[in-house]
């Protein structure tokens, strides 16, 4: 037993991390899924991640009325800027989105009396246990299960196909995008409502562009044809860089050229179910 | 007073455009969000560094130094990284992920070489002198960004409109295969492309390590989000738009910092680029592309 003891406390944040870091990968696999390159995901953890430290620090509320703070936050926030910003395609609805991601950073920055301007929040009370990171991630795997066998999930992988015949197929384009949107967005408040009362200190920083990039690596590198890929994605990333010690300096060196042969050799992600029944089909040969 | 500040967002805008130029050049000709051009942006000022600190070699040499160093790890990122996604025909995401890769290794290896702190030019790189003209006040720095800005842009410019080289770029831009089928040799000029977006990048590089004489291994971040801003701004893959959008966003933040605060200089830009997305998606100057069914 004290070999497990040893363990989690060297590594019990990491592992840690990895449930949220899961979350925040299948936030942005929701969108994904739907065919939107919505980028807005680490904006909306540092909501929920605000909100939830502020309900606790400043209301006394009870966690589990801080968490739900946290999703509900974000998500409306979402409701708000969807409305115009879904419009958009592609690369622009990355823009869009990237900037909505900035703009929050800045006014987080610019409410000094709030949110603790660039020093942040000290000293949020360390309420997340292990097992509700562990309840979080394999709630939202069921959901969005469920989901993907679903209705819903048909309609979204309708929209990833062709958005045009989708819509002539009678599917509500806007409002399953909406629903996309807004989920994805509560998700990602759950992660950094989470983190938020794990980590003691939260601050503007950590939400920014490099974090939006990071959550979209996670998904894209696990690859995003199942629910695996974002959980495998999200643990590479978060492992990868801690077993690496060894390499002291060059550490993240060997991080970033590993990520670029992962991605020149396995370009639909590491988890792909296409491959997996081609291998089946042809006996294991490789075919690229 | 406004005339002074005139000139500092001219030549802060004017970096922005160099930066932003290359940037859209490879969105507009290989079709891919190069997140690595921060990173290339940074190299070329640190080779800028060790030519004119080490080497004891005068300006000129180092911006030229840092053109080529720049260029070259384009032309190496096309090729090795690139180039097997475009011939494994990955999915569009894809490539801009594996920039992301080359980002954090060239970031952390500058870091691994040259540490993290700040690095300055010797004094005396760039004389100290301030001209006046018609009353204003200018650096030679500030002087010299301008332009040499202006010069790189216009030839761009020629070479885009009035050469073949260019009218091979514009047709690659609308649609490769076309260009192949053409005849036009469509991996050589995405080479060439790579090398020229770099290089412009890493001029870029040097100039804002001479402006805000400090070089650190993450300079290209903060620039990198600038230049997607103003990409934006100016439609993606314009050049003219992307010129434009960096004088743009130069203007703004100056003033911005001037008469508001500088706590908000950043909001401004992307408030401005998430305002400017809302009302014309397709950016100031951008085309609106029809999808045909």
């Known amino acids: ?288 | 007073m406004l005339e002074q500040q005139f000139v500092n967002a001219l030549s802060l805008g004017c970096v922005y455009a160099l930066f932003a130029l290359g940037f859209t050049l490879i969105f507009g000709v290989l079709g891919v969000i190069n997140l690595a051009h921060g990173a290339v942006f940074m190299v070329g000022a640190y080779a800028a560094l060790v030519v004119v600190a080490n080497l004891g070699l005068p300006l000129w040499a180092a911006l030229v130094a840092a053109m080529l160093v720049a260029g070259l790890l384009g032309a190496v990122i096309d090729r090795l990284v690139l180039k097997p996604l475009r011939r494994r025909n990955a999915p569009h995401l894809i490539p801009m992920i594996a920039t992301i890769g080359v980002a954090i290794v060239l970031n952390n290896a500058a870091q691994a070489f040259f540490g993290a702190g700040n690095l300055r030019f010797p004094f005396g790189t760039v004389p100290e002198g301030v001209l006046t003209v018609a009353g204003l006040h200018v650096t030679v720095i500030e002087l010299g960004i301008i332009l040499l800005s202006f010069a790189l842009m216009a030839v761009l410019m020629i070479v885009m409109r009035r050469t073949q080289f260019g009218r091979a770029l514009r047709a690659i831009a609308e649609s490769p295969k076309a260009a192949w089928l053409l005849g036009i040799n469509v991996e050589r000029l995405f080479l060439t492309t790579s090398f020229a977006a770099a290089a412009l990048g890493g001029v870029a590089g040097v100039l804002i390590g001479l402006y805000a004489n400090a070089l650190y291994p993450l300079m290209g971040q903060p620039m990198l989000h600038k230049g997607i801003a103003v990409v934006i701004l100016g439609g993606m893959g314009d050049i003219r738009g992307a010129m434009l959008g960096g004088l743009f966003l130069g203007f703004a933040e100056v003033l911005s910092v001037a008469y508001v605060g500088s706590t908000m200089r950043d909001a401004v830009a992307f408030g401005l680029l998430f305002l400017i997305l809302l009302v014309r998606p397709q950016g100031l100057f951008g085309k609106v592309v029809q999808r045909k069914a």
Not at chain 1, 46 to 61: C, P, Q, R, S, V
Not at chain 1, 160 to 171: H, N, P, V
Not at chain 1, 176 to 197: D, E, P, S, W
């Open chain 1, 1 to 288: 037993m004290s070999g497990f003891e040893d363990f989690w406390a060297i590594y019990g944040n990491v592992v840690l991390t990895l449930g949220t870091n899961s979350l925040l990968a299948l936030s942005i696999w929701l969108t994904l899924a739907c065919g939107m390159l919505a980028m807005a995901n680490a904006a909306f953890m540092g909501i929920g991640a605000y909100a939830a430290a502020l309900l606790t620090m400043n209301y006394e509320a009870s966690f589990p009325v801080a968490l739900a703070g946290g999703m509900v936050a974000p998500a409306l926030v979402a409701a708000l800027i969807g409305l115009p910003t879904l419009r958009l395609s592609g690369v622009y609805l990355a823009m869009a989105t990237l900037g909505f991601g900035e703009v929050v950073r800045v006014t987080i920055l610019n409410t000094e009396s709030l949110t603790g301007g660039a020093l942040g929040l000290n000293g949020i009370p360390q309420l997340t246990q292990w097992w509700h990171v562990v309840l979080a991630v394999v709630l939202v795997l069921l959901v969005l299960w469920r989901v993907r066998r679903s209705k819903v999930g048909r309609a979204f992988d309708a929209i990833r196909g062709d958005e045009t015949a989708a819509g002539l197929m009678g599917i509500d384009v806007r409002s399953t995008k909406m629903l996309a949107f807004v989920a994805g967005a509560a998700i990602a408040g759950l992660a950094g409502a989470l983190n938020a009362h794990l980590t003691f200190f939260i601050g503007p920083g950590e939400y920014g562009f490099d974090r939006g990039v990071e959550i979209l690596t996670m998904a894209i590198l696990g690859g995003i044809g199942g629910l695996a890929g974002p959980v495998i994605g999200a643990c590479i990333l978060t492992v990868l860089p801690e077993a690496l010690r060894g390499f002291s300096d060059f550490r993240l060196v060997v991080n970033g050229l590993i990520l670029v042969l992962i991605v020149l050799f396995l370009p639909q992600g590491i988890w792909d179910p296409a491959r997996f029944s081609r291998w089946l089909r042809k006996g294991g040969r490789r075919h690229a």
